[in-house]
């Protein structure tokens, strides 16, 4: 056990978990009520939200994935980091108001007041079972390979490490305790992965060796529509779909966007994060690509990561660093998840049976939630080994089958006042038997246990076009569902999300909000500039 770690680094690390445990714990005494626990009492500052949209961003399957990817494919997964900056502008710019003015605790909660309960509960349901398949079982299982493949642990041992340290302190301070422990770990994070990526180049001999070594497609940013993971074609159509779900209408990161101080820090907040979210270009799936030149080896797949860690690049405690900022991204995502989880089921679902719940019983519920996501956590731990080999594909697959559907209803619902609530179930149920049907269909001919010639296409098509696709069938279902089937859906808008309510969104401001405007726009141009010219130079 411990194995290729010397004292020094086990010393970095456990004070690491002592520190970080201790800030939990400090924040999570101040918690007072449901808005407290759920949201962190709506007074998160700017620095906070964007170093906690971008940890949360950042998990073990992050290190693992797209670092195995980089080592697998070369730069290309790097659209997703790069073009996840337009998104969270997206979500500053366009979302936030309308969630700002509803005083929404969830996303599902949202969708009820624009559509009705039953597009709440089947987004509810989809979040809750999504969260533990594609992030807590993905998490446990990522942190459990690079823990075992640099330290010896057992996968099952890492598993339970990793859900108790987590749990401990997202289960008793709630939103409050996770954002504000996610400062510190974004800087253990960054500070982490650079120095891998430094020591992997000094290793080889710079950037311009790194470039001679490995194949010239790895640097190749678009890539044939024909190409079977990564056309450009999907790129370009089919990530927008992903991203507009993931930075601007899931839970498990817009939680922390509801429970920002004012629009102000929001936007802020938000932007810092797309500041941030250039960094894993260079500081994960480019040590992918060193990895794959280091050891020659073109199946390491995810094992890219704790090879580098392992592979003797790192003096000691250094690599003590090194495994912190691992365990860092690892646990903010972990705990993000479990509070996540247990603010859908509260507020989406308990609070829906019983209306009149006190404050003291909604943290109570919650409490409780997050340990049955925890034991349900442990639970799952066998089922590790099921996990694909490329965990960052394997993440993108999935979302691709869920995410068309929610994204269409969101989108929709606030470009066009007229959508109704009938229309937005049937999107999302169509949606669902579609993904289902294919998804079911690509596993049976994928296994060799059935082949139909003529339905041999759908079994081939590539997860992003099929993005597309899904996202066209449920736009067109509930654009021609409302047309057929009248409604008062303009006027529940109004009330429910003041989308043409000016005052409310637009309303007149004083000085120093003008300027803090003023500052966000700038930054907000700045950003666009900056990942707009890497893409021209670089790419």
């Not at 442990?378 to 099921?386: C, G, H, K, Q």
Request: aromatic share 14%.
């Amino acid at each position: 056990m411990f194995q290729n770690l010397a004292t020094t680094d086990l010393i970095l690390i456990l004070l690491y978990f002592i520190l970080l445990l201790g800030i939990g714990f400090h924040y999570s005494r101040k918690e007072k009520n449901s808005t407290d626990y759920f949201l962190a009492g709506k007074n998160v500052g700017w620095i906070a939200i964007g170093a906690s949209l971008f940890v949360t961003s950042i998990s073990s399957e992050h290190f693992l994935g797209l670092a195995g990817t980089g080592a697998t494919y070369g730069l290309v997964v790097g659209h997703f980091e790069l073009m996840a900056t337009f998104f969270v502008l997206l979500l500053s710019w366009v979302f936030v108001p309308f969630y700002i003015k509803s005083g929404v605790y969830t996303m599902p909660e949202f969708l009820e007041r624009r559509y009705n309960k039953s597009s709440r509960m089947y987004l509810t349901t989809i979040s809750i079972i999504s969260y533990v398949f594609t992030k807590i079982l993905v998490i446990l299982y990522a942190g459990g390979l690079l823990l075992n493949e640099i330290m010896g642990l057992d996968m099952a041992v890492s598993a339970i490490i990793m859900i108790t340290i987590a749990g401990m302190y997202s289960m008793t301070g709630g939103l409050k305790a996770i954002v504000h422990v996610d400062i510190l770990q974004a800087m253990v994070f960054i500070l982490g992965a650079l120095i891998l990526t430094f020591f992997g180049l000094r290793n080889i001999g710079g950037l311009s060796e790194l470039q001679l070594k490995a194949p010239a497609h790895f640097f190749d940013m678009f890539r044939p529509s024909s190409d079977p993971v990564f056309p450009w074609t999907g790129i370009i159509f089919g990530v927008p779909i992903l991203g507009i779900w993931y930075w601007c209408t899931d839970q498990y990161v817009v939680q922390r966007v509801l429970g920002g101080r004012d629009i102000n820090h929001v936007r802020s907040g938000t932007i810092l994060a797309g500041f941030l979210k250039i960094l894993p270009v260079f500081i994960l799936v480019l040590p992918g690509i060193i990895a794959y030149v280091q050891f020659s080896d073109a199946s390491l797949g995810d094992r890219a990561f704790p090879a580098l860690i392992a592979g003797g690049l790192l003096p000691t405690g250094i690599k003590g660093i090194v495994i912190a900022s691992f365990l860092a991204a690892l646990i903010s995502s972990l705990a993000s998840s479990f509070n996540s989880s247990a603010t859908l089921f509260t507020m989406d679902f308990y609070r829906q049976f019983r209306p009149h719940s006190t404050e003291k019983e909604l943290v109570l519920v919650g409490r409780l939630a997050t340990v049955a996501i925890i034991s349900l956590g442990i639970l799952l731990i066998p089922f590790l080994r099921f996990i694909s080999s490329h965990i960052f594909i394997f993440l993108l697959k999935v979302q691709a089958y869920i995410s068309p559907p929610i994204a269409a209803v969101f989108i929709i619902g606030l470009l066009w006042k007229r959508a109704n609530g009938t229309g937005a179930i049937w999107a999302l149920g169509s949606g669902a038997v579609v993904s289902s049907f294919v998804l079911t269909f690509n596993f049976l001919c994928d296994g060799g246990y059935i082949y139909i010639p003529f339905l041999q296409p759908i079994a081939e098509i590539n997860f992003l076009h099929f993005a597309v696709f899904l996202f066209l069938i449920s736009s067109a279902v509930l654009v021609t569902v409302t047309l057929i089937v009248q409604s008062k859906s303009s006027d529940r808008m109004v009330l429910s999300t003041g989308f043409i309510d000016q005052p409310g969104i637009v309303q007149k401001i004083g000085d120093t909000e003008l300027k803090w405007t003023k500052i966000n726009v700038g930054f907000s141009a700045l950003l666009i500039l900056i990942v707009l010219m890497l893409y021209a130079i670089f790419f």
